[in-house]
């Protein structure tokens, strides 16, 4: 026992065994987040992997001696803490997508730092031995990745906080194409001569690093707003390779597990993402649509150009008589905070034997699962939620639909018109139910900038104005039928 | 065997560890899981911490020092606001229990 003991406080030894503990828990944390009852335990499970792996770190033996390390560990952990705390706790539910983006660019910013430092070690250190060699690749790759990630992050957080002009921003034609592939053939191209050994190291590495810098802001800055969520996910599954990479150049397996499996979640969803817009990861990286530019209304402008409008008190009176109503609720009711009202309605309506579902698109809000937490922060019941697969054969069943901010992911189009910039796209078939409402603030287009065939409808009116004001009059009408 | 053949073992196993834990998420958990997988990156704080201790230089110590924050943010913050969008769901999921037994249930 004493001799188990002692090996076991070897700290090496003990800090590899809480590593493994560290990593067993992060999986174990994220295998909980499959169910919406074990998420919350698993999000915490996975903290408490993560504390676990920082405490083991700190005690790592004879690590940590220089009180000044020490201080300047507290002094990093605090300013971490008094600008991430409160962001988190403040940021409001429909910011959420900004918000993760700004918090992958940091972690990216990081990997791109750490692999600074790390790389000046291994050259100062061990000159050019294979184990030099293999720090610098790793870290190089780090390097590159992690800076493209901190600035494509920025700019996507920019983009969807709208700082920045949400439509692709891009050098005409098929420049933008040359220029990035330029950029990235200049940092690989500097970092093989960094491996290969030369005597202006810091000018090499400080030039990867701004070529990877406007590498990131090139590939994000095209992109149209629509698709940002997707971009974000893309990095965020870029930072994690980025983490890994680091973590193979420490010799360090939390890192490489944790940032592994971050790498492979990342690239999942990003797939599931751009297929679910019908969309596919080159065409997005590659830029253009998703910001009107290349979505000619034509088809669409020819359909109509006159829509019904209606009033709150007769839409309350289509909905009262109505055996089912199905809402679907696009951004449009994030951005106007309509969810708690939307919940009022649908009590409203439930009093009056009315069967109200939701019918979630997978994309609706700006990330896929974003319009489940908005609607979950309103309490409407999860069993509520209809994902698309489920909701599209109920609509012939359906009396009236209430579209309330949504638009391309109920767009027709993206079934009938090939030309359509979205054809293909799966959608929310709202044009199948009896009546469709449609809850808008003005005649403009969706994020992708296309048109809406399904305004021009005979059976669709619309209702104009602020999305939340209208459900409340709306509200009042049902309660006072 | 070498320690770098063992670190890239590790590497390529965690990867199919990855996609076989994450592709059973529901759409629906998308977006906690995009911020909570986003939180699990921050992980790099450790690389942060390793190499304060071997720092020396002005410079290195202040890169360091903003690593670590920016790392910290990522961990912290990213922990923080997956459990807000996740507390949301909790209270209705328990009468949405016979529909969808998560197959993480059983654990």
């Given at each position: ?256 597990v944790a940032g592994m499996i971050v790498g492979a979640s990342g690239t999942i969803l ?97 990330m896929p699962g974003h319009m489940n937490v908005l609607l979950a922060e309103a309490d ?102 | ?56 230089g002005v410079l290195e110590k202040i890169l360091l020092v903003i690593a670590v924050a ?38």
């Amino acid at each position: 026992m004493s001799v188990l003991g002692t090996v076991f406080l070897q700290t090496t030894n003990f800090v590899d065994a809480a590593y493994i503990v560290a990593f067993g828990l992060m999986i174990y944390g994220m295998s909980g987040l499959t169910g919406p009852r074990t998420a919350v335990r698993g999000n915490l499970t996975a903290a408490v992997g993560m504390a676990v792996a920082v405490v083991a770190t700190l005690l790592r033996k004879g690590e940590f001696h220089g009180s000044s390390t020490v201080w300047l560990i507290i002094l990093g952990v605090a300013i971490g803490t008094a600008v991430g705390v409160p962001a988190a706790r403040n940021v409001k539910m429909t910011a959420m997508p900004q918000m993760v983006a700004l918090f992958n660019g940091v972690g990216g910013g990081a990997v791109a730092l750490i692999a600074w430092v790390e790389y000046r070690h291994a050259f100062t250190s061990g000159g050019h031995s294979p184990w030099a060699l293999r720090v610098e690749i790793f870290e190089l790759f780090g390097a590159i990745v992690g800076s493209i990630s901190f600035w494509g992050s920025n700019i996507a957080f920019g983009k969807l906080q709208e700082i920045l002009p949400g439509r692709p921003i891009k050098a005409p034609g098929r420049t933008q194409t040359v220029i990035n592939t330029v950029l990235l053939a200049a940092a690989v191209a500097s970092a093989i001569i960094l491996c290969a050994g030369t005597h202006s190291q810091v000018l090499f590495i400080l030039g990867i690093l701004v070529v990877a810098a406007i590498l990131g802001n090139m590939l994000v800055l095209p992109i149209g707003g629509a698709d940002m969520p997707v971009v974000i996910s893309l990095l965020n599954a870029f930072t994690g390779l980025s983490a890994a990479a680091t973590g193979v150049a420490l010799s360090n397996p939390v890192m490489i597990v944790a940032g592994m499996i971050v790498g492979a979640s990342g690239t999942i969803l990003t797939d599931q993402m751009a297929k679910a817009m019908n969309r596919s990861v080159p065409a997005i990286v590659a830029g253009g649509f998703g910001g009107a530019v290349a979505a000619p209304a034509g088809p669409a402008g020819e359909t109509g150009g006159t829509v019904r409008s209606t009033t709150a008190a007769d839409v309350a009176i289509q909905l009262s008589y109505a055996r089912q109503v199905v809402v679907a609720p696009g951004y449009g009711m994030a951005v106007a905070q309509a969810q708690h009202a939307v919940r009022e309605l649908e009590r409203a309506l439930e009093a009056k034997g009315v069967v109200v579902k939701y019918a979630i698109h997978p994309v609706a809000g700006r990330m896929p699962g974003h319009m489940n937490v908005l609607l979950a922060e309103a309490d409407v019941p999860y069993d509520l939620l209809r994902e698309m697969d489920d909701i599209n054969p109920e609509f012939p069943r359906t009396d009236v639909t209430l579209v309330i901010g949504a638009n391309d992911v109920t767009n027709p189009a993206a079934k009938n018109e090939p030309g359509s910039p979205i054809y293909g796209m799966p959608i929310l078939e709202v044009d199948r139910s009896a009546a469709v409402i449609v809850l808008k603030r003005s005649m403009a287009s969706g994020f992708a900038g296309i048109d809406n065939p399904l305004f021009y409808e005979p059976k669709t009116s619309l209702l104009f104005g602020d999305a939340k004001a209208s459900v409340s009059e709306i509200t009042a009408e049902v309660q006072a039928l | 065997m070498d320690s770098l053949v063992i670190d890239i073992a590790v590497l390529v196993l965690a990867g199919f560890v990855g996609f076989a834990v994450i592709s059973k998420v529901p759409n629906t958990l998308h977006t906690p899981l995009m911020s909570g997988t986003n939180a699990i990156h921050g992980v790099v704080v450790l690389g942060g911490l390793l190499l304060m201790a071997e720092s020396s230089g002005v410079l290195e110590k202040i890169l360091l020092v903003i690593a670590v924050a920016f790392g910290t943010i990522n961990v912290i913050g990213g922990f923080l606001v997956t459990d807000r969008m996740l507390e949301m769901f909790k209270p209705k999921a328990e009468s949405a229990d016979a529909d969808s037994p998560g197959p993480g249930e059983a654990a």
